[in-house]
């Protein structure tokens, strides 16, 4: 149940923006670009005001945004692991072609890999080790307990 507004200028809320909220969300939106498409100030003040006046707004935008990140992540890992695919494929010669489904691998992507590792374990990948208390085995650890879970 939305909470009671002060008196003054009415709301431009409506309940159809919960839905439309939780999907701009989910493609990417930021509060400026929100507070925008719902006409409002973009300084996200108003915005703020609808997700603390309007709970199942600030419900929807939270859902929106949190299924668009697990997407993502589950994206960013399958191009840094590896994956198979199957694709379509015309063979044949002057006497017309066929479509064969063909099954593809797609190598781990060394840009994921790097991006994952750095952000997942920043003490042992990242680029330039911290000048305070470098653990010089960090880095060989991180790699032998990554090697024991690799298949043979």
Same mark, same amino acid.
């Given at each position: 149940m939305?909470?009671?507004?002060p008196?003054?200028r009415?709301?431009?809320?409506?309940? #159809?923006y919960? /839905?439309?909220v #939780? &999907?701009l969300?989910?493609?990417?939106?930021?509060?400026?670009?929100?507070? /925008?498409?719902?006409?409002l100030a973009?300084?996200?003040?108003? !915005?703020?005001?609808w997700t =603390? &006046?309007?709970?199942?707004?600030?419900?929807? *935008?939270?859902r929106g945004r949190? /299924?668009?990140?697990c997407?993502?992540?589950?994206?960013?890992f399958k191009?840094?692991?590896?994956?198979?695919?199957? %694709? /379509?494929?015309? $063979?044949?010669g002057?006497?017309?072609?066929? $479509? $064969?489904?063909?099954? &593809?691998?797609?190598?781990?992507? $060394?840009?994921?890999?790097c991006?994952? !590792? =750095?952000?997942?374990?920043r003490?042992?990948?990242?680029?330039?080790?911290p000048?305070e208390?470098?653990?010089?085995?960090?880095? %060989?650890?991180?790699?032998?307990?990554?090697? #024991?879970r *690799?298949?043979?």
């Amino acid at each position: 149940m939305a909470a009671k507004r002060p008196p003054g200028r009415p709301s431009t809320f409506k309940p #159809e923006y919960i /839905e439309q909220v #939780e &999907r701009l969300a989910m493609l990417g939106f930021t509060n400026k670009e929100l507070a /925008e498409y719902f006409g409002l100030a973009s300084d996200d003040s108003a !915005l703020d005001t609808w997700t =603390k &006046r309007h709970p199942e707004f600030a419900s929807a *935008l939270k859902r929106g945004r949190v /299924e668009a990140d697990c997407k993502v992540a589950a994206a960013l890992f399958k191009r840094a692991t590896g994956f198979n695919y199957t %694709e /379509e494929q015309a $063979v044949g010669g002057k006497g017309g072609a066929d $479509v $064969v489904t063909v099954e &593809r691998y797609q190598i781990p992507d $060394v840009g994921a890999i790097c991006f994952w !590792l =750095k952000n997942r374990h920043r003490n042992a990948w990242r680029d330039k080790p911290p000048e305070e208390a470098v653990d010089g085995g960090a880095m %060989e650890r991180a790699l032998r307990a990554l090697a #024991e879970r *690799l298949p043979d």
